[in-house]
């Protein structure tokens, strides 16, 4: 059984709304010389639900690299799936629409053009 007080502090704690999206993606990890490759779940602003090929450590400093548009990103391991260790939340150091949604959620556009980010 989950633990709802860690899902409700984890829910609370969102910056942007969450959008399912399916992306290919590849996940570097220099302190542990681990490279794989994976997929989105979900993806927000500021980060996201990953599948990996190869369990990432939680507060691993990784960089995330998007096939389909190219761009990548610093991001942080937040949470590891104590269940499936495939299955990960990172955040993004810098929040950013590296994921390819062409019609991003209002709150995502007034982020980006917030002076503050």
Same mark, same amino acid.
């Given at each position: 059984m989950k633990d709802s007080s860690r899902t409700k502090s984890f829910q609370e704690s969102r910056r942007s709304t969450r959008v399912p999206l399916k992306v290919l993606i590849r996940v570097?990890?220099?302190?542990? +010389?681990?490279?794989?490759?994976g997929e989105t779940v979900v993806v927000n602003l500021h980060g996201a639900l990953l599948t990996t090929a190869q369990p990432l450590k939680?507060? +691993? @400093?990784?960089?995330? @690299?998007v096939h389909l548009t190219g761009k990548q990103a610093a991001a942080e391991v937040a949470y %590891?799936? +104590?269940d499936d260790?495939? +299955?990960?939340? %990172?955040?993004? %150091?810098?929040p950013r629409?590296?994921?390819g949604v062409s019609l991003p959620p209002e709150d995502w556009v007034a982020s980006l053009t917030d002076p503050e980010h």
């Open positions: 570097e990890d220099n302190a542990e +010389s681990l490279t794989c490759e939680l507060r +691993s @400093q990784i960089l995330i @690299q %590891v799936d +104590s260790p495939l +299955s990960c939340g %990172v955040a993004l %150091v810098e629409n590296i994921w």
